[in-house]
């Protein structure tokens, strides 16, 4: 008898260490999306809800942003470079956010562009003149639609002015500091892409489905000297503000978001 209760309670004991060994298993092999449920992330979008977002230097939702099929979408036509004319910026104005890691899922359509912004403050006559951008834009595609050559020659580049250069390109950080194209993995028109951004004052970072692309110190000498030489030179406060609202920018352009969720730092 005691021997049969002996190898009863031996295999219970093995049976529960298996179980507890799938579960350790299972947590490490689930998607880093699981840490919404212990609060380190919050979403800012979660599919369900624009509570907490409104245009920029307004007080409600500016025309074309709505919710479709889960996502947050703004739902208008494909315009050409020389008839853009904005203005309907998107922010999360429920909060402001110094350091950060913000994550989320956007895809467009051919020729499409739009960017991320952080930081932003209201007040300005655009979210650009005041906020660092995290580009989207479709790299393929976008200079065979949109003619660049006038405003890129308004920048100073002559050379190739018809091109979408690499500070204009998805996941640089505009006109400031070029993604490493060596490095970027960028899917399709039509397909989702996932995007990072992290915030901290010892380094910014920018990730593209999954890799790091883009690494840098912000308000250090290297970053005064490039804002000072070139499309912000002008732009008394861009960059300046350690905290502020997260911004999705209209460009004339269709553009989807999902799973936008942040983290503070």
Known sequence: MKRI??????GALLASCKSKEKVVESR????????????????????????????????????????????????????????????KDLIYGAEEFDNFELYLEWKLPKGGNSGIFYHVKEGYDGIPQVSPEYQLIDDENYASIHDLTEYNTSLGYTEHPEELKPLQQTASDYAMHPADASKKTLHPVGEWNSSKIV????????????????????????????????????????????????????????IWFKNIKIKKL
Do not use: C
Request: no cysteine.
């Open 5 to 10: 209760m002996f190898f009863v309670l031996a």
């Open 28 to 87: 490490d092999m689930a998607p880093t999306d699981t840490k919404d449920s212990n609060g380190d992330w919050v979403y800012l979008f979660d599919g369900s809800s624009l509570d907490g977002w409104r245009g920029y230097n307004m007080d409600s939702l500016p025309p074309g942003w709505t919710i479709k099929d889960s996502t947050l979408t703004f739902d208008t036509e494909l315009g050409l470079e020389q008839n853009y004319t904005g203005g």
């Open 199 to 254: 915030f901290t004052p010892e380094k910014v970072e920018h990730w593209l489905n999954g890799k790091k692309v883009l690494s840098f110190v912000p308000w250090d000498d290297a970053w005064y000297e490039k804002k000072n030489s070139d499309k912000w030179k002008n732009s008394a406060d861009y960059g300046k503000f350690k905290t502020g609202y997260i911004g999705l920018q209209d460009h004339s352009s269709p």
